[in-house]
């Protein structure tokens, strides 16, 4: 949904719509929903009770093949099987969740235990998401009450590690216990509070802050227009004049702050992606727009406190599971999808399978691989795709035999060639006793590390980690830990404290000529935002949803591959002429009291002019 047409109605009550976004960005987003900013539904049980209600007004002669179990195919399947839809998943895997999935470490389990439980990379859950939570609070679990969402736990601490021996950065990350006054949140008081946080935190030069305090007023008081034409096109290394800064200024508000918000070399990132989500943040912080706390992580290995209870909700649904199902090509003839073919990996058989309405809920790089010529012509947003760019950004996993608590949150180390961001679980899974319960009780924490950069030199060995070995790529991302965790001569991390890892089995031929990785994660260099496709394409009944759709969260998560989900089911819902409710979207908080400066700068922006604030 654009946000541009005032009130709209849902199920009886009116939802007010966010400001209309500019020129660009309405062509990109296609309308899909009702636009909504209150809260979510509070309870499994009124959810399962609108649940019913809505299956009961549903479609069941009508069928959709999603394709693709990930956190958007899944997404999908709840919203279209609560409106008594007959629905299809076919995944590639032989586990749902996607990205998001838990795995078991093979051979791990002893004695009884369960299996070490590894991961593509940890997940966390900023608390300006909304689409998202409503999902998890109705999918039911035992003991809660709000169902899924409560396994959030808070982590209310950030850690950024600098090697050399200088002092590490120890930031609280809480949301106010009460939302502030509105004079408070006016651009000035906003500024004051964030220099004053940011003095006491960063100890960057004054005149540093001084100018990165001007870039973040910049930005938000630009006008949606000025943010799509100029902004996006602008990379955030120089919107802030990070090459002219300290070593300091760089590594924690160039490449720390790209790192943690949008997985993408501060020198490419889009200014409009980072910009948008450091508001985020903030205004989440003060208590504006938000779910919960800002960062917030799971009880437990993602797959015990989310998926498998939402696989089992969704089989309860009626949802038809496909497994071990490679997608090959969306089949396109005379103006209409007449199939998919899909090869079924365990017998290497293929066959068509029809279904009245088509969902492609696959990541991106998969997803352009099924759409043929044929189709690709019939609509050109889909070969702009090709232009959207993909990343390796990999999970490592360290099972050790001591527990070391550094820090009730994640660490980035801001220093590290290899951009690596870690979080000790254990201390978050308050119910389950990591050595009586995984393993073969000799590892009581899981030491989670997220490796983003894998094309530059390490420090061991010298080479990126794309041209390493397994054994050398866990060595390196080891040693680039202790370098600096134990650069003050503290013992931090020991060799001895190691009892296993494991490296996402996703990323295979390390060592070889060409290592491939199954599972990329999208980035977001300058000019994404205008080769992201809608939800609608303009072949009927073939939808798209997926991280890199066009969606209000303009990011590779979770939360945009949900909203994604939302839009994409409305669209259909709309082309079949369902009497269902359409889902509820929400978008991101707009700051009302920005919205007047916002409109200074939209007079100047269409004359021409430059921010009256941007002076560098």
């Not at 899974?429 to 530059?456: H, I, M, P, T």
């Amino acid at each position: 949904m654009t946000g541009a047409e005032g009130a709209k109605r849902e199920g009886g009550r009116t939802a007010r719509s966010e400001p209309r976004p500019g020129p660009a960005r309405r062509r990109i987003l296609a309308a899909g929903g009702v636009v909504a900013s209150g809260a979510a539904l509070s309870s499994t049980g009124r959810a399962s009770r609108a649940s019913a209600a809505v299956r009961a007004a549903g479609r069941g002669d009508r069928s959709v093949a999603v394709l693709g179990g990930g956190v958007s195919g899944l997404s999908a399947a709840q919203e279209l099987a609560e409106r008594g839809y007959a629905v299809t998943v076919y995944e590639y895997h032989d586990a749902l969740g996607g990205k998001a999935r838990s795995m078991p470490v093979p051979g791990s389990g002893r004695g009884g235990r369960g299996p070490l439980p590894g991961e593509h990379g940890f997940r966390f859950f900023p608390g300006f998401y909304r689409n998202l939570p409503d999902t998890l609070r109705r999918i039911p679990y035992r003991g809660s009450a709000t169902g899924v969402h409560g396994n959030l736990v808070a982590a209310t601490e950030e850690l950024f590690v600098r090697d050399g021996g200088r002092p590490d950065l120890r930031l609280p990350f809480r949301t106010v216990l009460k939302p502030p006054p509105l004079q408070s949140l006016l651009p000035r008081k906003l500024l004051d509070t964030v220099v004053g946080v940011l003095d006491t935190s960063l100890h960057l030069p004054p005149t540093e802050l001084a100018y990165f305090t001007n870039r973040v007023l910049v930005f938000l008081t630009s006008c949606e227009e000025r943010r799509v034409q100029q902004w996006e096109r602008l990379p955030w290394w120089d919107f802030i004049a990070a090459d002219r800064m300290s070593r300091d200024y760089q590594h924690l508000l160039g490449v720390g702050l790209t790192r943690n918000i949008v997985a993408t070399k501060a020198e490419m990132a889009s200014t409009r992606t980072v910009g948008r989500v450091l508001q985020a943040f903030v205004y989440n912080i003060l208590a504006q727009g938000h779910d919960g706390e800002p960062d917030r992580v799971l009880n437990a290995p993602t797959n015990e406190a989310w998926i498998d209870p939402w696989e089992h909700h969704l089989r309860r649904l009626g949802v038809h599971f496909v497994m071990n199902t490679e997608v090959q090509q969306v089949l396109y003839e005379a103006g209409r999808i007449k199939g998919v073919r899909v090869r079924d990996r365990a017998h290497d058989t293929s066959r068509t399978v029809v279904a009245d309405h088509y969902l492609s809920a696959l990541p991106v790089e998969h997803a352009r691989a099924t759409w043929g010529r044929a189709l690709r012509a019939a609509d050109p947003q889909l070969a702009r795709c090709d232009r959207l760019r993909t990343d390796w950004m990999v999970g490592v996993q360290f099972y050790l035999r001591t527990r070391t608590r550094l820090v009730h949150g994640h660490t980035n180390h801001v220093d590290s060639p290899w951009a690596l961001t870690t979080i000790h679980q254990a201390q978050f899974w308050k119910n389950r006793d990591f050595a009586a319960r995984y393993g073969d009780g000799q590892a009581v924490d899981c030491l989670s590390v997220c490796v983003s950069q894998w094309d530059e030199p390490g420090i061991l060995y010298g080479k990126p980690a794309i041209r390493c070995t397994r054994d050398e790529v866990v060595r390196e991302v080891w040693a680039q830990l202790k370098a600096g965790l134990n650069d003050t001569g503290r013992q931090t991390l020991r060799d001895s404290d190691i009892h296993s890892w494991f490296l996402d089995p996703a990323v295979r031929g390390l060592g070889g000529p060409s290592p491939t990785n199954r599972e990329q994660l999208l980035v977001h260099p300058t000019g994404t935002l205008y080769d992201r496709p809608s939800h609608i394409t303009a072949v009927p009944s073939f939808f798209l949803a997926g991280d890199y759709v066009a969606t209000d969260m303009d990011l590779a998560t979770m939360e945009g591959a949900n909203e994604s989900a939302r839009r994409a089911v409305n669209a259909l819902l709309d082309a079949d002429r369902s009497p269902s409710p359409r889902c509820t979207v929400w978008n991101l908080h707009r700051p009302p009291e920005l919205q007047p400066l916002q409109a200074q700068d939209k007079s100047r922006y269409e004359r021409g002019l430059p921010h009256v604030l941007d002076v560098r």
